[in-house]
């Protein structure tokens, strides 16, 4: 079906964001000049971010009207999308059964719409920008990683959550160490990014500190502030986080963008059979 969204001009180009300087800001993050100064100088500016926040934020590097056309694209096909509405906790299952009341079964309410990765055109501004490989070097030396490579995920690589009045992401731990998103557009209210750094390790879980935030404890919490066009490197594996109600007519949509250590990744048949329970149809 012929998508108006990216007014198609000849030999199927999108009329406008055909190039990466008409979508990222290239004179505040000149990515492309890999070993330059400014760039190693944001390398180290994200490494430092990561060490002491688990956040680094490239503010507004997603031009303006980029920002806003990707929205639009995607919320165009939220009628396809898969949702997710359910409780759960806030980790991965770890084999052992724990007591109720610990954070381990405390649950907690997610609910969102999901854009896949084989719903987003391959002439989309936001693929073309999670393709283009100076993003990637960048990232990969600002994690330090020997090698980084896109997911070939036909789901999970690039999506999209679409969080409407009322949905949300309760307090959980990320499952993978590294998540790169990017805010395409706010509500009105709410939906506020909030995370407790380093609450745990690899070595301590910190139980009572995490028990102390889902019961309402806030010393710790805190809420930056992610505006339209950010990118956002976060490190969720150790550090608790969640997105609090959308309140309002206007969605709250992000860009997430998949990679990984290890070349021709896909996400485990788990979470794909989910996908399919909440949306019959994706394929294998």
């Excluded at 990765?117 to 391959?122: C, K």
């Excluded at 690899?202 to 930056?224: L, M, S």
Aim: aromatic share 10%; glycine share 8%.
């Amino acid at each position: 079906m012929p998508d108006p969204l990216l007014r198609v001009g000849p030999e199927g180009r999108a009329r406008g964001f055909n190039s990466i300087s008409e979508i990222i800001d290239l004179d505040r993050y000149p990515l492309q000049d890999v070993g330059s100064a400014s760039v190693d100088a944001l390398i180290r500016e994200g490494q430092d971010a990561l060490k002491r926040d688990a956040l680094f934020s490239l503010r507004g590097f997603v031009r303006p009207d980029a920002a806003a056309f990707m929205a639009g694209e995607i919320e165009a096909r939220v009628g396809m999308s898969c949702r997710y509405e359910a409780d759960r906790t806030s980790y991965n299952s770890d084999g052992n059964s724990w007591p109720a009341g610990h954070p381990r079964t405390v649950s907690h309410l997610s609910r969102y719409n999901q854009v896949l990765n084989y719903q987003i055109p391959n002439n989309s501004p936001l693929r073309r920008l999670y393709c283009w490989e100076p993003l990637r070097e960048y990232m990969r030396q600002v994690l330090g990683y020997g090698s980084f490579h896109r997911s070939e995920c036909p789901h999970l690589a690039l999506t999209s959550k679409v969080a409407k009045e009322g949905d949300t992401d309760g307090w959980h731990f990320d499952g993978n160490d590294v998540v790169f998103s990017i805010l395409l557009k706010a509500p009105e209210e709410g939906g506020l990014f909030e995370y407790v750094p380093h609450i745990r390790s690899a070595t301590e879980e910190n139980y009572d500190a995490v028990a102390a935030i889902f019961q309402g404890d806030r010393d710790k919490v805190r809420c930056p502030t992610l505006s339209v066009g950010d990118l956002n490197i976060f490190q969720g594996d150790y550090t608790l986080h969640r997105v609090t109600p959308v309140k309002g007519a206007r969605n709250r949509v992000v860009g997430l963008l998949c990679y990984d250590r290890a070349p021709g990744t896909n996400f485990g048949e788990t979470y794909i059979e989910e996908l399919r329970r909440q949306l019959p149809g994706v394929p294998a």
